[in-house]
């Protein structure tokens, strides 16, 4: 759970709580279906945010394995178009998918 997310729960359960102690001497513009509205979405943002904390855990490996792939892509790449290059001259060199020039 991120640290914003985690602070606004602590928050928002202490005013909940304060809210509903002192609810029965009168609490002016609060009703107690406000109260649990407000609980019901504090529970659904802990939830949410449990989900997200999942999902980034499945996704890192993922990710990490999709960058070695891309590094690896890339300098198989740049080999072989350094042999393009060395070797022949340059106006074939958009034949072989190389458009850049020296």
């Known amino acids: ?15 909940i709580q304060g809210l509903r102690k002192h609810l029965s001497q009168g609490g002016k513009g609060v009703s107690i ?8 979405a504090l529970n659904e943002l802990a939830a949410a945010s449990e989900e997200c904390d ?22 198989a ?10 070797n022949y001259p340059q106006e074939s060199w958009l034949a072989y998918g190389l458009p850049d020039k020296r």
């Not at 997310?5 to 005013?15: D, F, H, P, R, W």
């Not at 279906?33 to 019901?40: K, T």
């Not at 999942?54 to 300098?75: I, Q, T």
């Not at 740049?78 to 290059?85: D, E, F, M, R, T």
Request: no cysteine.
């Open 54 to 75: 999942r999902l980034r855990a499945e996704l890192a490996p993922k990710v990490k394995h999709m960058n070695d792939l891309l590094v690896g892509v890339k300098d």
């Open 33 to 40: 279906q406000e109260l649990d509205a407000m609980e019901r």
């Open 1 to 15: 759970m991120s640290k914003t997310v985690e602070m606004q729960i602590e928050k928002s359960s202490g005013l």
């Open 77 to 86: 790449y740049a080999g072989h178009k350094l042999i393009i290059k060395n």
